[in-house]
């Protein structure tokens, strides 16, 4: 596991890897706490846990990340812009989790933001190098810890996800989060993009032209000059993204 903790750190074109495999379940990939950090065209493979978000501001671009079960999670204030995210086929009986974020306080900035980019199944093995048919459950996030904040916008979200979107947290005393969490989406495309059957939970939000604002990356990092001093290709607010092909 790699462990990133100093302040403006700035990958390029770097790979992280976690290859212990699904069986051995919780296995990182990359640990990132420093501040103001910036990921641009990078790929993060593993299974379970394989990108730890874990505090700070996080800003990637570009870049492709893979797993099956809570692989983005963490409490880091986190935009994904134009990426990637590779849904792998999991263990037997197990379900798929794009994300699991872990906002524990109602006015925590925290939160995952992701902007533009693709969610799709790992390649099958087909001889006409299509994707196999997703055999297993997979969602776009559940509540790791009660005031959980994940908003997707502008992403083209493929047929593997369930139409519930969302799942509860399964913990000791039973299912919690769904009531404090905050979920949203706006203006995605793809077959698994259709939110009238998602589940009816309180935090499952509505945001519109106006409310979704809030979710750019310069109010949501409170600045981004620290992005745009780096020329790293940035889109402040909404725009046509170059979707990413597996």
Same mark, same amino acid.
């Given at each position: ?128 190098h299509k994707n196999v048919k997703f055999d297993s ?12 904040r994940t908003v997707f916008l502008q992403t083209y ?28 989406? #706006? ?8 939110? &009238? %059957?998602?589940?009816?939970?309180? /935090?499952?939000?509505?945001? +519109? ?10 109010? #949501? ?8 001093? &780096? %020329?790293?290709?940035?889109?402040? /607010?909404?725009?046509?993204? +170059?979707?990413?092909?597996?």
């Open positions: 596991m790699a462990a990133i903790q100093g302040d403006y750190f700035i990958a390029i074109n770097m790979g992280f890897e976690n290859s212990a495999g699904a069986h051995k379940h919780q296995a990182v990939a990359v640990r990132v706490q420093a501040d103001k950090s910036i990921f641009y065209k990078c790929s993060f493979d593993g299974y379970q846990d394989t990108l730890y978000a874990h505090t700070m501001r996080q800003f990637y671009r570009d870049c492709t990340i893979s797993g099956t079960i809570d692989f983005i999670f963490g409490d880091a204030v986190t935009v994904f812009q134009n990426c990637t995210f590779v849904v792998r086929k999991p263990m037997q009986n197990q379900q798929c989790i794009v994300t699991a974020q872990g906002r524990k306080e109602k006015h925590q900035p925290s939160g995952i933001v992701i902007h533009g980019g693709s969610i799709v199944a790992e390649p099958g093995e087909s001889k006409d459950k997979a969602y776009l996030a559940r509540p790791w810890k009660n005031y959980s979200i493929g047929d593997l996800i369930e139409p519930e979107g969302y799942m509860p947290w399964q913990g000791p005393e039973g299912n919690t989060g769904m009531d404090t969490c905050y979920y949203a989406e #706006f203006n995605n495309i793809g077959p698994g993009s259709n939110a &009238t %059957k998602r589940v009816k939970w309180h /935090g499952v939000k509505h945001l +519109t032209e106006k409310s979704v604002g809030a979710f750019f990356p310069s109010k #949501f990092f409170h600045g981004d000059d620290w992005i745009r001093f &780096t %020329k790293v290709p940035y889109s402040p /607010g909404l725009t046509n993204f +170059t979707k990413h092909k597996i």
